[in-house]
């Protein structure tokens, strides 16, 4: 069984590419994960690649933003390359089936600070944050 969850914030905005032939979508972004601390323990944090493909991708690159929190469910690939020194590099990627937008809000303009906006895409409503359970 190869399958992963993630809940974490990203690292930096999507970067959104098409693939030569097909031009399929793909967007890629870093997650911050923090592990969870134990008594007397120092906080470590991971740091996994994540890889979307199609619409949804294209859903990432113009709805996320960095610092937004996201949930993503996929797999875990693989892969190696050898860099310019010759050295082999081994990559773990996640490759996402389905990212959540935790977050909602347009991009921020010219900084990073996060703002929370009442409009939600077509087809989405917004959620009410008062709500009691």
Do not use: H
């Amino acid at each position: 069984m190869n399958s992963v969850v993630l809940i974490g914030r990203l690292t930096r905005d999507p970067e959104l590419r098409y693939t030569a032939g097909t031009q399929m979508a793909v967007a890629t972004f870093t997650l911050a994960i923090d592990r969870p601390v134990r008594a007397g323990g120092e906080r470590q944090t991971d740091f996994p690649r994540v890889t979307v493909f199609g619409k949804q991708a294209e859903n990432c690159e113009k709805f996320l933003a960095k610092g937004r929190l996201v949930g993503v469910q996929g797999r875990l690939q693989t892969g190696s390359y050898t860099n310019k020194d010759g050295a082999t590099v081994y990559t773990t990627d996640v490759v996402a089936d389905r990212v959540e937008f935790l977050e909602w809000g347009d991009r921020p303009q010219g900084g990073s600070q996060m703002s929370r906006v009442d409009d939600a895409p077509s087809g989405f409503s917004a959620i009410d944050e008062d709500i009691p359970f």
